[in-house]
């Protein structure tokens, strides 16, 4: 019997579960679906301080924000980690709006963030494909990338 998994959901602690949501609201567009503040045995001996999951959706998309106060912000340098989520568009005016959106959100002052670091310029490939990379608030990397018909 073949058996073929499928993407579900992905998940990211944050210290600030509100800084979070509001973030992925206002910059993704993310609508807050559920909220849970009670948690299995092994989910609590898994994830040890853990206060409230809360599931935002975007489309196909879903983002559970596990609020664990006290972490570590950003990501060490030397630790082995997920490295980045890819998000397509539709066209390359959507990566010069996203991108311009994340700057004026961060410029806003309305969110705590991780990293000062801006998003990268917007980037063409051999092959067509555009891209620019950027983080969230909670330090954790995202692409964001258009990929031409011609390079699918």
């Not at 983002?63 to 490295?83: K, M, W």
């Not at 990268?120 to 494909?129: C, K, R, W």
């Amino acid at each position: 019997m073949e058996m073929t998994p499928r993407f579900h959901h992905v998940g990211v602690q944050t210290n600030d579960l509100e800084n979070s949501v509001r973030w992925y609201s206002d910059f993704l567009g993310c609508e807050r679906a559920w909220t849970l503040d009670k948690f299995s045995e092994l989910t609590t001996s898994r994830l040890p301080g853990i206060r409230t999951l809360t599931e935002m959706v975007l489309g196909d998309v879903r983002v559970h924000l596990f609020e664990r106060p006290g972490r570590v912000a950003a990501p060490a340098e030397s630790a082995v980690q997920f490295q980045h989520f890819c998000f397509t568009v539709d066209s390359p005016g959507d990566l010069d709006r996203l991108r311009r959106r994340w700057i004026e959100l961060y410029d806003s002052g309305r969110y705590r963030y991780a990293s000062d670091e801006q998003p990268t310029d917007i980037v063409v490939d051999a092959d067509g494909v555009r891209s620019f990379y950027s983080y969230d608030v909670n330090g954790l990397e995202f692409e964001f990338t258009y990929v031409p018909e011609a390079a699918s």
